[in-house]
């Protein structure tokens, strides 16, 4: 009986002899720039987006930075504003492009300048598209599956990104849109298929952007650090000049729409 009694005692007092306050530093960390930067090249427009990482309990508005000095230069040298427009955004419009040039995004805040370069590739063109009815299966359902290819020119660096929309859906977040290279495929067509059944009267639209070598080496990194299989997961390696975080991504696009019909 004495056992009996014993044991729960020793339990309980073990239970309570091991707790502790246990201090978790939430919103301790140093925060650090992030640029976003794109040069939409078909579009003639440059945008910038920064910020800074957030603390656990910040609102997401006061990491907004609006208060940088933004400048695009380009191989001749030259530096062209580029201005706020509010919210962390930098906006400059009809900014000519001059593909096989390289851009570089200057972004200055509190003295210290950060900077990134970006290859304007040429664009890719699309091939016909294609689309076929299948049955249904255990994995899909019935209807039609969309096909698109595009071309591939000679030599190494030809980088993609593609951006489907249909279903009032686009899907451009990091995760959604397809990326790729050509160092197997070299002046090859690229083709590519949407695991999805559409049915008559649906509408897709794709954009195939024409991303260069450093770009998608981003991409790369970041969908290897945020695998669920990664041990150690991480941010890709610095794009940015004084370890800010973020990328800049001079490209330039064509688009095709796909009726089913």
């Keep these: 009986m004495k056992n009996l009694v014993v044991l729960p005692i020793v339990a309980l007092f073990a239970l309570f002899s091991c707790q502790k306050e246990i201090k978790i530093n939430l919103n301790e ?8 930067a794109n040069y939409i090249a078909t579009d003639s427009l440059v945008t910038v987006r920064i910020s800074y990482t957030g603390n656990y309990f910040d609102e ?29 955004k930098y906006e400059l419009a009809n900014y000519a492009p001059t593909y096989g040039a390289t851009y570089t995004i200057q972004v200055v ?19 016909p598209a294609a689309y076929e009815y299948q049955e249904e299966t255990l994995f899909s359902e019935a209807g039609y599956r969309v096909k698109y290819s ?28 397809r990326f790729g290279d050509d160092r197997l495929t070299d002046g090859n067509i690229h083709e590519l298929s949407i695991f999805k ?32 299989f990664t041990a150690a997961q991480g941010n890709p ?22 009726v089913i019909q």
């Excluded at 930075?65 to 706020?84: L, M, R, W």
């Excluded at 805040?109 to 091939?127: H, N, V």
């Design 29 to 36: 960390a140093n925060p650090k720039l992030v640029i976003e």
């Design 60 to 88: 997401y508005s006061s990491n907004l930075v609006n208060d940088a000095a933004v400048f695009i230069k380009e191989t001749n040298g030259s530096y062209t504003t580029v201005p706020s427009v509010g919210n962390g």
């Design 109 to 127: 805040k509190d003295g210290i300048a950060y900077e990134s370069s970006s290859l304007l590739m040429p664009t890719m063109d699309f091939l």
């Design 150 to 177: 595009f071309q591939d020119p000679p030599g190494i660096g030809n980088c993609y990104k593609v951006i489907e929309t249909y279903r009032d859906t686009t899907f451009s977040k990091f995760g959604e849109f």
């Design 197 to 228: 059944s559409f049915l008559i009267g649906d509408t897709v639209l794709i954009e195939l952007q024409s991303i260069n070598q450093a770009v998608h080496n981003y991409y790369d990194q970041l969908s290897t650090n945020t695998s669920a």
């Design 237 to 258: 390696d610095y794009y940015w000049t004084n370890e800010a975080l973020g990328y800049f991504s001079a490209y330039g696009y064509k688009r095709q729409q796909v």
